[in-house]
């Protein structure tokens, strides 16, 4: 409302028509009666600008999607802007993870009724689990696939995110519910966590094109009032963010607003593949013995998981261990990952 011109700025995967996401913000464009900026991502500018993130971001990328941010911020800057709005928090302190959120509180609601038959089978592990079963703050719990660096993170992240949650767990311990405890504790772990991951890639992306993002969500007005929301204000039959998403009634088109969730996806195991060469003579042979051919079978059946994991700290360790420079490290990707 205070600004004059309102600038939005979109990108979306041109080779993944169904993960674009233009048509909502054109709605959205039209509603605020801003002009709208778009970029399509595809795989030769993926690869570009992938070496180039990684040597921002300072440690390798924990999801590809921050090339995708960094395309946004450099898109933005092109045009003049310094300052962008994102709306990280929203998810994390309003119940946007409303799915993982019901499954814990009726967990604990059997358990808390059916108790005594239960306790045989079920210990604090299985509490932990259960609150990150879906991939989010405690993403690594699922090792079962071999996946090397899942596996230490478990090993070296578990205590502390012990702790972590039973310092969550004594917030709300004034809940008479405890299931509303349990789903409640659970959000502010989100924050805790999975929203530093979100903030640090904001961050060194936006930096990397003297761009200032800012999060409006994060007030600490706004932290305090979302922190002390009963339950059921933040998800209603299954609806998460249900208090913000009335608020944005007034703003923006409900089409926008009540589609189905997804995240900021990129197609990842068509834009990066695991190719024997690549790897060949570098980190992960010469630092720790793998097989480069052994490394190329594990290429993704599907997007989830954790197996670009291998290619990208590979660019990593390349430019930030071995000294290579950027320029090499780039032409090596164009020539093994093309």
């Given at each position: 409302?205070?600004?004059?011109?309102?600038?939005?700025?979109?990108?979306?995967?041109?080779?993944?028509?169904?993960?674009?996401?233009?048509?909502?913000?054109?709605?959205?464009?039209?509603?605020l009666?801003?002009?709208?900026?778009?970029?399509?991502?595809?795989r030769?500018?993926?690869?570009?600008?992938?070496?180039?993130?990684?040597?921002?971001?300072?440690f390798?990328?924990y999801?590809?999607?921050?090339?995708?941010?960094?395309?946004?911020?450099?898109?933005?800057?092109?045009?003049?802007?310094?300052?962008?709005?994102?709306?990280?928090?929203?998810?994390?302190?309003?119940?946007?993870?409303?799915?993982?959120?019901?499954?814990?509180?009726?967990?604990?609601?059997?358990?808390?009724?059916?108790?005594?038959?239960?306790?045989?089978?079920?210990?604090?592990?299985?509490?932990?689990?259960?609150?990150?079963?879906?991939?989010?703050?405690?993403?690594?719990?699922?090792?079962?696939?071999?996946?090397?660096?899942?596996?230490?993170?478990?090993?070296?992240?578990?205590?502390?995110?012990?702790?972590?949650?039973?310092?969550?767990?004594?917030?709300?311990?004034?809940?008479?519910?405890?299931?509303?405890?349990?789903?409640?504790?659970?959000?502010?772990c989100?924050?805790?966590?999975?929203?530093?991951?979100?903030?640090?890639?904001?961050?060194?992306?936006?930096?990397?094109?003297?761009?200032?993002?800012?999060?409006?969500?994060?007030?600490?007005?706004?932290?305090?009032?979302?922190?002390?929301?009963?339950?059921?204000?933040?998800?209603?039959?299954?609806?998460?963010?249900?208090?913000?998403?009335?608020?944005?009634?007034?703003?923006?088109?409900?089409?926008?607003?009540?589609?189905?969730?997804?995240?900021?996806?990129?197609?990842?195991?068509?834009?990066?593949?695991?190719?024997?060469?690549?790897?060949?003579?570098?980190?992960?042979?010469?630092?720790?013995?793998?097989?480069?051919?052994?490394?190329?079978h594990?290429?993704?059946?599907?997007?989830?998981?954790?197996?670009?994991?291998?290619?990208?700290?590979?660019?990593?360790?390349?430019l930030?261990?071995?000294?290579?420079?950027?320029?090499?490290?780039?032409?090596?990707?164009?020539?093994?990952?093309?």
């Amino acid at each position: 409302r205070r600004s004059r011109d309102t600038s939005i700025f979109n990108v979306s995967s041109a080779d993944s028509p169904e993960l674009s996401e233009e048509h909502y913000a054109q709605a959205v464009a039209r509603q605020l009666d801003g002009s709208i900026n778009y970029h399509r991502l595809d795989r030769d500018n993926f690869l570009e600008n992938l070496v180039d993130t990684i040597y921002h971001a300072d440690f390798p990328i924990y999801n590809l999607n921050a090339v995708a941010v960094y395309q946004i911020c450099k898109m933005a800057r092109d045009q003049g802007v310094k300052v962008l709005l994102a709306g990280e928090g929203g998810d994390e302190l309003f119940g946007g993870y409303a799915r993982r959120l019901e499954r814990l509180y009726r967990n604990v609601r059997v358990r808390r009724r059916y108790g005594r038959y239960l306790n045989a089978i079920l210990s604090r592990t299985s509490d932990l689990a259960s609150i990150s079963d879906d991939g989010l703050f405690l993403p690594h719990f699922r090792t079962t696939s071999g996946d090397v660096s899942s596996a230490l993170h478990f090993a070296s992240g578990f205590y502390s995110r012990s702790l972590r949650w039973e310092e969550a767990m004594k917030a709300y311990d004034f809940l008479d519910l405890p299931e509303e405890q349990y789903a409640q504790a659970a959000m502010l772990c989100d924050v805790r966590e999975y929203l530093e991951h979100l903030l640090n890639r904001e961050d060194k992306h936006s930096m990397q094109t003297s761009v200032e993002c800012r999060v409006p969500l994060l007030d600490p007005a706004l932290i305090d009032f979302a922190v002390n929301l009963p339950y059921d204000r933040k998800v209603r039959a299954s609806e998460g963010k249900w208090t913000l998403k009335k608020v944005a009634e007034r703003y923006i088109p409900k089409g926008v607003i009540y589609r189905q969730k997804r995240g900021f996806n990129l197609p990842g195991k068509q834009y990066l593949s695991l190719r024997e060469e690549f790897f060949r003579g570098g980190f992960w042979e010469t630092e720790f013995g793998f097989n480069p051919a052994r490394v190329a079978h594990l290429s993704p059946r599907s997007e989830g998981g954790f197996w670009y994991a291998f290619p990208v700290t590979e660019i990593w360790a390349r430019l930030l261990l071995n000294g290579e420079s950027r320029e090499s490290v780039a032409d090596h990707v164009r020539r093994c990952l093309r």
